[in-house]
């Protein structure tokens, strides 16, 4: 994935363009973290589809995963000026994520609850 800064789009308006003002990181490390995250994610969710159901460790490490793509997503979007349709793309993307980490969130939460009623049997 290449997104170096190039200026505005050539044919699209300006106001159909996503920008957020003030100081980002260089658009090489922001894919650099994107792309770290994703590598953490594909082998954090290769660990959570070992892991039982009822593992909270795996969750929570699902959900942390989750949340750090969707972060990534987002901190691309506000580097640099994009299309309205790629803005749109980028913020279903982040999401989706966030919903991925909302719903291990919840799991993480049930795993911990049979967990605590395992241990007072």
């Known amino acids: 994935m290449n997104l170096r800064p190039v200026g505005p789009a050539v044919g699209v308006p300006r106001h159909e363009m996503h920008h957020s003002p003030g100081p980002v990181p260089a658009a090489d490390e922001l894919v650099h973290a994107w792309e770290t995250a994703v590598l953490v994610y594909g082998q954090v969710q290769a660990r959570a589809d070992a892991a039982p159901l009822r593992d909270v460790a795996a969750a929570r490490e ?16 506000a580097a640099r000026q994009v299309p309205l349709w790629v803005s749109s793309a980028i913020e ?21 609850q049979a967990q605590q009623q395992g241990e007072n049997q």
Do not use: H, N, V
């Not at 942390?64 to 691309?76: C, D, F, K, N, V």
């Not at 999401?95 to 795993?111: I, L, T, Y």
């Open 62 to 77: 699902m959900t942390e995963a989750s949340a750090q793509i969707a972060r990534t997503w987002r901190e691309l979007l």
């Open 92 to 112: 279903t993307a982040a999401d989706m994520f966030e919903e991925q980490a909302d719903a291990w969130r919840a799991r993480e939460g049930r795993a911990w």
